[in-house]
């Protein structure tokens, strides 16, 4: 994770530059304001990744001497059959449609988006005593 922070914090730098260099040529306040929202992200997860670093194990991509091969192993658990992303999308959808067509469709998308966010959070808890 070291590598991962030392590239933000260098893509950060490179857009403060960016974004001093492109205020003083310009005089535009829009691409400014972009280059510094961008360089805050950057810097954002820069610090969150170096932070981090320092506190967990050092994986294979902080080593020289590693191989491809070390990092393989299972990435993660992932649900075979979920309906809880289709309602997290339609949600979703129906929302940033509001923006276009009115903010009452906002109502009806939000439920719909609720259900899909806490369906796939919980998806797998269902306590102790459950019954197969």
């Known amino acids: 994770m070291k590598i991962q922070g030392k590239l933000f914090i260098w893509l950060s ?3 403060l530059i960016m974004a001093v260099t492109y205020g003083v040529w310009s005089r535009e ?6 280059l510094v929202l961008s360089f805050g992200l950057a ?3 820069g610090f969150y ?6 506190r967990v194990d050092a994986m294979a991509q902080d080593n020289k001497e590693a191989d491809i091969a070390d990092e393989a192993g299972e990435v993660g658990f992932f649900s075979p059959h979920s309906w809880q992303p289709l309602s997290l ?3 979703g959808a129906f929302l940033f449609m509001a923006v276009a067509f009115g903010w009452w469709l906002a109502y009806f998308s939000a439920p719909l988006l609720l259900i899909g966010l806490f369906g796939w959070v ?11």
Request: net charge neutral.
């Open 43 to 45: 810097i954002m997860i």
């Open 13 to 15: 730098v490179f857009l």
């Open 49 to 54: 990744l170096a932070f981090t670093a320092n």
């Open 122 to 132: 919980f998806e797998y808890y269902r306590g102790e005593n459950r019954t197969q």
């Open 89 to 91: 999308a339609l949600g």
């Open 29 to 34: 306040p829009v691409g400014t304001t972009a």
